[in-house]
């Protein structure tokens, strides 16, 4: 089998992933948090191992600014619902995925107004658009980092430093850039970034977070979800402490030490490195791809994600004869309406997406039942 769909999540995990979900399991998968016997103390211990490589790799130093959830489908939630007001305008862009898109559409029904600019141009044009757009009523930025649906990054760093001279809160959507584009909450100046745990880092599925800036003030976030903390459990209100006032329930404590060893395993290769790997497989695919005449959406040079369509064959149908030969790649409008309408796909497109994971032979293993389709 040949698996090119590493943006929904990526496979294979590293063995040391599964290692670390097998020993958990068989050794101490006790409730952390919720007791001082052994094995909760030492589940306890893993998951604070986890806070501590996660906030490095987002270049924030307080450990408990980390607050796990499932997916960054539920950071975000938590950053748009816990952090925004019903009132007053929100900055998003064209480029959004549902996760940011829907979310915003709830805010607007509750009061707010959405501004959307346009991402496709280049960074100059969205950084005028953006700065043409604040206005006094402006309460927040949040938009997406790498696009899912092609190679376009956004300079948050840019943005970042926008919002921190009109005073606007910043919420980035890191689901497709973790583990692959370099994030430094200390130079980006964002409020929050929000990251799958099963995408670029390599953990498995149901881990996520929310990672804040240094000096965060956990006041100003309401809590998604209420319920038992295993503290101060004699208080009706879940409070504001970070992290746990914002993880109620159990945690998914295998999951969370896999997705330590899926970060180490980042640490160790580099996420240049990972870049160099991915923008190599691209060039390869993206070649390869022009020679049998197909479309490729987005000129933004080479990266992780590349979408396209085959001459006279729709999207859907290419990819599911390509999973009927065992290749595994994405059609559809990969929960990014939006954004296939800006980069004129017609809402039906392929997409195939990479991994350290891939091989050159995967790229011609692709391009050779292409040929054939
Ligand atoms: C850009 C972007 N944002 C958010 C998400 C949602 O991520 P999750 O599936 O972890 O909720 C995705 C998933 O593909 C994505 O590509």
Excluded at 109 to 124: C, E, P, S
Excluded at 131 to 151: G, K, L, M, Y
Excluded at 201 to 215: E, H, Q, R, S, V
């Amino acid at each position: 089998m040949v698996y090119l769909d590493n943006a929904a999540t990526t496979f294979p995990k590293p063995r040391t992933v599964l290692g670390s979900i097998f020993r958990c399991m068989e050794e101490y998968a006790g409730n952390p948090g919720r007791a001082a016997h052994p094995m909760a103390m030492r589940a306890s211990e893993a998951v604070f191992e986890a806070r501590e490589e996660v906030c490095s790799f987002f270049g924030v130093s307080s450990v408990e600014n980390v607050i796990f959830t499932k997916n960054a489908t539920e950071a975000l939630c938590l950053c748009i619902f816990g952090m925004l007001r019903p009132r007053g305008r929100i900055i998003t862009t064209d480029l959004e995925h549902n996760s940011v898109r829907r979310p915003l559409e709830v805010m607007k029904k509750r009061g707010a107004a959405i501004d959307i600019v346009g991402a496709t141009g280049d960074d100059d044009a969205l950084i005028r658009d953006i700065e043409r757009t604040i206005c006094p009523d402006t309460q927040a930025i949040v938009c997406v980092h790498a696009s899912n649906v092609c190679p376009r990054v956004l300079p948050i760093e840019k943005i970042g430093a926008l919002c921190r001279r009109r005073g606007i809160i910043f919420i980035v959507d890191a689901a497709q850039s973790a583990g692959i584009y370099d994030i430094d909450l200390s130079k980006i100046g964002a409020d929050a970034v929000c990251f799958p745990g099963h995408k670029g880092l390599f953990g498995p599925m149901g881990t996520g977070g929310a990672c804040f800036k240094d000096g965060f003030d956990f006041s100003r976030l309401a809590p998604l979800l209420y319920g038992g903390t295993g503290s101060h459990s004699s208080d009706a209100d879940v409070g504001r402490t970070a992290p746990e006032s914002f993880e109620a329930g159990t945690l998914a404590l295998p999951s969370i030490a896999g997705l330590c060893e899926g970060v180490r395993y980042v640490k160790k290769i580099s996420t240049k490195a990972i870049r160099e790997h991915d923008a190599a497989l691209y060039r390869l695919a993206k070649n390869e791809l022009l020679s049998l005449g197909a479309t490729i959406y987005g000129d933004f040079g080479e990266g992780a994600v590349l979408t396209f369509n085959m001459p006279r064959v729709c999207g859907s149908d290419v990819a599911r004869s390509l999973g009927d030969r065992g290749i595994c790649v994405r059609a559809g409008m990969h929960c990014a309406p939006t954004a296939h309408k800006a980069l004129g796909t017609g809402g039906d497109a392929v997409r195939i997406s990479f991994s350290p994971m891939n091989t050159e032979r995967d790229v011609r293993i692709l391009i050779d039942a292409l040929s054939k389709i």
